[in-house]
């Protein structure tokens, strides 16, 4: 990747280099311990496998304020009145981040890039704006897309609902904001397109009809769908599962529940899922069931990787630092014949209270640490443990005779009861999780 060309007009993140890989033994906090580009594993480089995204919204936009009290984060690139200059500074900014990091991909919901503006009009004119510089840099940079998005959940029309709307007028905003960000989507180059339904849901049941909104969803889906192809889209449309926050209950619960919905509105060939590690821990699942619930079902699209709180149950996204946590995901990512069109995208933020500039760079840094060991410990433990072969003996009744009948179908339940009344009590057979645990970290410890 070429050097940071963008410096020039301002350089926002001063005596920062570009990040480097200096080796497990180094101790300088900004170089990449694990994560080495170009090394392989698995029959690719770590590149192609994690395909790292950074996000525009937590990295560039916010600035730390909470609903207690105001944002902390100095962002310089924020300071010009005018909304619009103040964004092509915003861009600057995300490129020579995203270049010094080395990452690959990038990620935005259309108002990151661009404000709203007083029409409909005036925000597609000022979106098709920056989406022509972000072309220019994306050039000039070697930058992918990973996905954009819409925000429709901040504005305050979107209140009740953006699809889901019981007013139709606001059902027409929310379709002019997803054309448009599609439109900006093809314009980059985008792999995947992803809806979060943040206000797809409801507060009380009592004033909803929810059978109709969900309706309403599965339709405009389609229509997003529909006019992606029609100006050229090839990727990935995915849906991010999250069961709450903001609303009280959004319809996208879990990776499961949207299996359902995009089998039961015909969306499952052009859609996939965005698993994000913290919605799953708001589900009251692991992130690597979710990730399994996906890929079982065909639907592992991408993945928005950060981590919850254990200890409460807010959607704090933080970076992802707990190894045993990526080993899970990457053994889910690699079974499931890695990413197509996904990535991994850091939908993450540093804390309130990480107020220097270069707190961005470590905590990237640490994220792509993390997931680069998970990697290799997951490839080694597909490739040389005994893990594999035994889940796969703990079916082994049913690869052939009576078993392998009732898995194609030709028994009924009377004949199963005859066969456990000539078999007898079977015989126990222990699952062997404290031998399966323990291989895992003896893996973690001897991987390289
Ligand atoms: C919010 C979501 C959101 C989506 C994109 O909780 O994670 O950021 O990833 O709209
Ligand atoms: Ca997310
Ligand atoms: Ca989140």
């Given at each position: 990747m070429s050097a940071n060309p963008h410096i020039g007009r301002q350089e926002y993140f001063p005596g920062i280099p570009k990040i480097a890989y200096e080796g497990a033994e180094s101790d300088n906090p900004l170089a990449f311990k694990a994560y080495d580009a170009g090394r392989v594993v698995a029959g690719k480089t770590m590149e192609e496998h994690l395909r790292f995204a950074v996000c525009y919204w937590h990295s560039f936009c916010a600035d730390g304020g909470d609903p207690f009290g105001p944002g902390t984060r100095k962002l310089p690139w924020k300071a010009k009145a005018d909304p619009v200059a103040a964004a092509e500074d915003k861009l600057d900014a995300a490129f020579e981040f995203f270049t010094k990091l080395g990452v690959p991909f990038w990620c935005f919901h259309d108002r990151d890039l661009a404000p709203e503006g007083a029409s409909v009009a005036e925000s597609e004119k000022w979106l098709q704006h920056l989406v022509d510089l972000a072309g220019e840099r994306q050039k000039s940079t070697g930058m992918k897309l990973l996905w954009g998005t819409a925000n429709v959940f901040s504005h305050p029309r979107y209140m009740n609902g953006a699809s889901t709307n019981p007013d139709f007028n606001v059902v027409t905003h929310a379709a002019a904001q997803v054309k448009a960000a599609l439109d900006a989507t093809v314009a980059l180059g985008g792999r995947s397109y992803v809806f979060w339904g943040g206000r797809e849901g409801y507060a009380c049941l009592f004033n909803t009809d929810a059978k109709r909104e969900l309706e309403h969803m599965g339709r405009f889906l389609g229509m997003a769908r529909d006019y992606g192809r029609s100006i050229g889209f090839k990727g990935t449309f995915l849906i991010e599962p999250k069961p709450m926050e903001p609303m009280y209950h959004q319809y996208d619960v879990d990776a499961q529940t949207v299996a359902g919905f995009l089998r039961e509105h015909g969306l499952a060939g052009d859609f996939k899922l965005n698993v994000e590690a913290n919605h799953a821990t708001?589900?009251?699942?692991?992130?690597?069931?979710?990730?399994?619930?996906?890929?079982?079902?065909?639907?592992?699209?991408?993945?928005?990787?950060?981590?919850?709180?254990?200890?409460?149950?807010?959607?704090?996204?933080?970076?992802?630092?707990?190894?045993?946590?990526?080993?899970?995901?990457?053994?889910?990512?690699?079974?499931?014949?890695?990413?197509?069109?996904?990535?991994?995208?850091?939908?993450?933020?540093?804390?309130?209270?990480?107020?220097?500039?270069?707190?961005?760079?470590?905590?990237?840094?640490?994220?792509?640490?993390?997931?680069?060991?998970?990697?290799?410990?997951?490839?080694?433990?597909?490739?040389?443990?005994?893990?594999?072969?035994?889940r796969k003996q703990r079916y082994a009744s049913f690869d052939s005779g009576k078993g392998r009948d009732f898995e194609d179908g030709k028994l009924g339940l009377a004949d199963l009861r005859d066969l456990a009344a000539a078999g007898g009590e079977p015989d126990k057979v222990s699952g062997k999780q404290e031998w399966v645990e323990n291989l895992i970290n003896d893996y973690i410890f001897r991987t390289k």
């Amino acid at each position: 990747m070429s050097a940071n060309p963008h410096i020039g007009r301002q350089e926002y993140f001063p005596g920062i280099p570009k990040i480097a890989y200096e080796g497990a033994e180094s101790d300088n906090p900004l170089a990449f311990k694990a994560y080495d580009a170009g090394r392989v594993v698995a029959g690719k480089t770590m590149e192609e496998h994690l395909r790292f995204a950074v996000c525009y919204w937590h990295s560039f936009c916010a600035d730390g304020g909470d609903p207690f009290g105001p944002g902390t984060r100095k962002l310089p690139w924020k300071a010009k009145a005018d909304p619009v200059a103040a964004a092509e500074d915003k861009l600057d900014a995300a490129f020579e981040f995203f270049t010094k990091l080395g990452v690959p991909f990038w990620c935005f919901h259309d108002r990151d890039l661009a404000p709203e503006g007083a029409s409909v009009a005036e925000s597609e004119k000022w979106l098709q704006h920056l989406v022509d510089l972000a072309g220019e840099r994306q050039k000039s940079t070697g930058m992918k897309l990973l996905w954009g998005t819409a925000n429709v959940f901040s504005h305050p029309r979107y209140m009740n609902g953006a699809s889901t709307n019981p007013d139709f007028n606001v059902v027409t905003h929310a379709a002019a904001q997803v054309k448009a960000a599609l439109d900006a989507t093809v314009a980059l180059g985008g792999r995947s397109y992803v809806f979060w339904g943040g206000r797809e849901g409801y507060a009380c049941l009592f004033n909803t009809d929810a059978k109709r909104e969900l309706e309403h969803m599965g339709r405009f889906l389609g229509m997003a769908r529909d006019y992606g192809r029609s100006i050229g889209f090839k990727g990935t449309f995915l849906i991010e599962p999250k069961p709450m926050e903001p609303m009280y209950h959004q319809y996208d619960v879990d990776a499961q529940t949207v299996a359902g919905f995009l089998r039961e509105h015909g969306l499952a060939g052009d859609f996939k899922l965005n698993v994000e590690a913290n919605h799953a821990t708001l589900a009251g699942h692991s992130f690597a069931h979710e990730l399994q619930m996906a890929a079982d079902a065909g639907l592992l699209g991408s993945i928005d990787a950060n981590r919850g709180n254990p200890q409460n149950g807010w959607d704090t996204d933080q970076f992802p630092t707990d190894l045993y946590d990526t080993v899970q995901a990457m053994l889910v990512v690699l079974a499931d014949g890695g990413f197509k069109d996904g990535g991994l995208n850091f939908d993450a933020k540093v804390r309130r209270e990480s107020t220097d500039g270069e707190d961005l760079f470590l905590a990237h840094i640490g994220g792509m640490d993390t997931f680069a060991r998970g990697l290799l410990i997951a490839a080694n433990i597909l490739e040389n443990s005994p893990l594999a072969d035994f889940r796969k003996q703990r079916y082994a009744s049913f690869d052939s005779g009576k078993g392998r009948d009732f898995e194609d179908g030709k028994l009924g339940l009377a004949d199963l009861r005859d066969l456990a009344a000539a078999g007898g009590e079977p015989d126990k057979v222990s699952g062997k999780q404290e031998w399966v645990e323990n291989l895992i970290n003896d893996y973690i410890f001897r991987t390289k």
